[in-house]
Every structure is written in C-alpha cells, then in structure tokens.
Antibody, heavy 117, light 110 residues
Framework: QVQLVQSGADVRKPGASVKVSCKTS????????IHWVRQAPGQGLEWMGR????????NIAQKFQGRVTMTRDTSISTAYMELSSLTSDDTAVYFC??????????WGQGTLVTVSS | QSVLTQPPSASGTPGQRVTISCSGS????????VNWYQQFPGTAPKLLIY???QRPSGVPDRFFGSKSGTSASLAISGLQSEDEADYYC???????????FGGGTKVTVL
C-alpha cells in the first residue's frame, strides 16, 4: 500500500533552517510528483510547492521562493523540503503528499516544526 | 485569506444532510477538477473525493461531490457522529500555477 513517512518533530531557533524528509513506499517513486503543504496551529492548509522526483525540477509558491528548497533522493525514494530563515510564523505542521491528477492524494503523517528562541 | 471560499462551519443532527460549498474563479475551479479532504484533529488530511465527484475505495457513498462552473459542493447524507471533522476543498490554480485550498469547514454533529 502507498505510504509516506515523514521525519520527526523538530525545534529550531529563529533564523535557522529545518529540513523535513518524506520516505515513500508502495508505488514507483518517480511516477508521481510530491507536494509540500503546511498547516499553522488552528489554521487551514497552505501549499508550498512540488518536486518532480524524476527530474528534480520544482515549482515553489511565490510566498516561499528564496526560502524553500525541495529535493529528492531516488535511491531511497525520499523527498526533502528545507525551509530557511525561520521565524515564529513558520511554526506549523508540514505535510508531504503524493500528487495524482495535479492534486494531493496520499499524505504523510505530518512533521511539527516549532520555531522558538 | 484562502483563494477558495468555504463556510467556516456547518452542523446537523444525526441522519440529516449537510452541504458544504466551495467557491472559486475561472482560473481555478472553473478550469480544473476539485478534491475534498477530511481531517480529524492532530491527523493528516485524508482524500475524500477526487476529480469532482469520485470516491476513493473505502469512502462511504454518503459523501457526494459535485461541481458546476466556478463552484463545488460536498454533501454528507445520513450524517453520523464520526463525520465530525474539518473538510477542505482544493484545486489547481492556473494563475499562478499551484494548488489552492479552501479555508476549511468544521462540521459539527449536534
């Protein structure tokens, strides 16, 4: 069955960076893009961007351009999202999700990133 | 502020029918298909409806999706206590080329 398993919760100081991993299984990794979506406490879902596991090309939402890097390692079927210059506004749960017909279908369990001094 | 507009809340008694609207524009819902997700507190969203009106395997047929023009709807018939959750619509936006979500609707079973 399709599974996306993310790295564990992380605490970072303002100005630092965080890298979240998303290990996939149950389907050919290079067949589907990976979306990254975040959810601030008590808020809705916010799309951050997507990565093409086959080529490595990315499409980053304008709000995050310059601060987000999305990469992948095809040898271990894993996608990564790195967010830099963290502020308290970046405290959120970060989700990866497989793309089907442009939109997310299967989701990872989420990774809580807390930004605090 | 979300690109797609949903009511913040909806409610009904067990057995009733509840409908959630999702309003967009010509470049998003008007041009692309809509998904609906169900999310319980502390968990990841789960795909409930894809391609406007298709249910993934395992989703009860009490959940019904539809789309017309620049709007979409999710109907829950025979409301059950286990349906109490947050519901989000989503679609692709051709401008500026990305996924957009509704703000979410909290469904309460009275």
């Amino acid at each position: 069955q399709v599974q996306l398993v993310q790295s564990g919760a992380d605490v970072r100081k303002p100005g630092a960076s965080v890298k979240v991993s998303c290990k996939t299984s149950g389907y050919p990794f290079t067949d589907n893009y990976i979306h990254w979506v975040r959810q601030a406490p008590g808020q809705g879902l916010e799309w951050m961007g997507r990565v093409n596991p086959k080529s490595g090309s990315t499409n980053i939402a304008q709000k995050f351009q310059g601060r987000v890097t999305m990469t992948r390692d095809t040898s271990i079927s894993t996608a990564y999202m790195e967010l830099s210059s963290l502020t308290s506004d970046d405290t959120a749960v970060y989700f990866c999700a497989r793309r089907r017909n442009l939109l997310p279908d299967y989701w990872g369990q989420g990774t809580l990133v807390t930004v605090s001094s | 502020q979300s690109v797609l507009t949903q009511p913040p809340s909806a409610s009904g008694t067990p057995g009733q029918r509840v409908t959630i609207s999702c309003s967009g524009s010509t470049t998003d819902i008007g041009s692309n298909s809509v998904n609906w997700y169900q999310q319980f507190p502390g968990t990841a969203p789960k795909l409930l409806i894809y391609s406007n009106d298709q249910r993934p395997s395992g989703v009860p047929d009490r959940f019904f999706g539809s789309k017309s023009g620049t709007s979409a709807s999710l109907a829950i018939s025979g409301l059950q206590s286990e349906d109490e959750a947050d519901y989000y619509c989503a679609t692709w936006d051709d401008i500026p080329n990305g996924v957009v979500f509704g703000g979410g609707t909290k469904v309460t079973v009275l």
